[in-house]
Nanobody, 127 residues
Framework: QVQLVESGGGLVQAGGSLRLSCAAPRRTLSTYAMGWFRQTPGKEREFVATISSRSGATAYADSVKGRFTISKDNGKNTAYLQMNSLKSEDTAVYYC????????????????????WGRGTQVTVSS
């Protein structure tokens, strides 16, 4: 079992920035691909960004490409989502997720690809 704890959410004005963190207190993340997803009321949880376990390969949803950056510090067992130029439509609960993959470079886009999830952190962007 992998416990994931998100932090860094909050209220920010449109155009501002936030950095979300996802910590795994008792597990190394070097063999896990990581993903960030988000969900708004009445909608399904949607893919935001993913990073491979060791190669640093990344992928993003079109809606956040060029504004968000996913990263991973295996030494600190923490993944990050840097969010810049935030828009009101970025308002959501953000979840991090972990995939215990043997591939060092593969990235994963679907909810079903991930075995472990955090409880989420609220991001609210005011216009």
């Amino acid at each position: 079992q992998v416990q994931l704890v998100e932090s860094g959410g909050g209220l920010v004005q449109a155009g501002g920035s936030l950095r979300l963190s996802c910590a795994a207190p008792r597990r190394t993340l070097s063999t896990y691909a990581m993903g960030w997803f988000r969900q708004t009321p009445g909608k399904e949880r949607e893919f935001v960004a993913t990073i491979s376990s060791r190669s640093g390969a990344t992928a993003y949803a079109d809606s956040v490409k060029g504004r968000f950056t996913i990263s991973k510090d295996n030494g600190k067992n923490t993944a990050y989502l840097q969010m810049n130029s935030l828009k009101s439509e970025d308002t959501a609960v953000y979840y991090c997720a972990a995939n215990p993959t043997i591939s060092p470079s593969r990235v994963y886009y679907a909810n079903a690809d991930y075995d472990y999830w955090g409880r989420g952190t609220q991001v609210t962007v005011s216009s």
